[in-house]
């Protein structure tokens, strides 16, 4: 791979087009128990040895989803150099440890993992990016379970396909 993946969408296309509807569907039920969306929200960049990425549709899940949507445990905490945060799902009372830093201006990430395990898809599918440092490209080879995905409606169909 000697270029990154062609996006399929930007991050105002995905709040656009994808978070409206994704949070439309999660009215009806909660994506707890969605292998796919597990695994993008729990995006991490340490699981591959790398250096500082961040997966930008697992951050507007996060963000659009988890920290508007489910009930805070607790607050922001401090801790070993970034913030930790814990939330609810109010649907299923399913607990998620979330963990935030800040790399530079221009880098931070958030990871999202459930405190009980949950099935995780064995691959994760992206409409719009990994966000990564200049020369980061060789670390970007490294992440072999995540792709483009095929279509914004094969995105969306996988994040709300619950077992």
Known sequence: MDNPPKPLLTPKEFSERIVPELVRRWENHCYCR???????????????????????????????????????????????????????????????????????????????????????????????AIHYFRGGEESLRQIKDFRVADSVEVFIAGITNVE
Not at 62 to 79: A, C, D, L, Y
Request: proline share 8%.
């Open 34 to 128: 969605s292998p796919k969306f597990i695994k993008l929200v729990s995006f991490n960049f340490e699981d591959y040895g790398n250096s500082p990425m961040s997966l930008i549709d697992a951050e507007l899940m996060i963000s659009n989803i988890i920290f508007k949507r489910f009930e805070p445990v607790s607050g922001w905490v401090s801790s070993n150099g970034g913030s930790d945060r814990v939330d609810r799902c109010p649907q299923c009372a399913e607990i998620f440890q979330s963990r935030y830093d800040q790399y530079s201006i221009s880098m931070d990430r958030t990871t999202t993992r459930p405190r009980n395990p949950l099935p995780r898809a064995p691959t994760g599918d992206y409409t719009v």
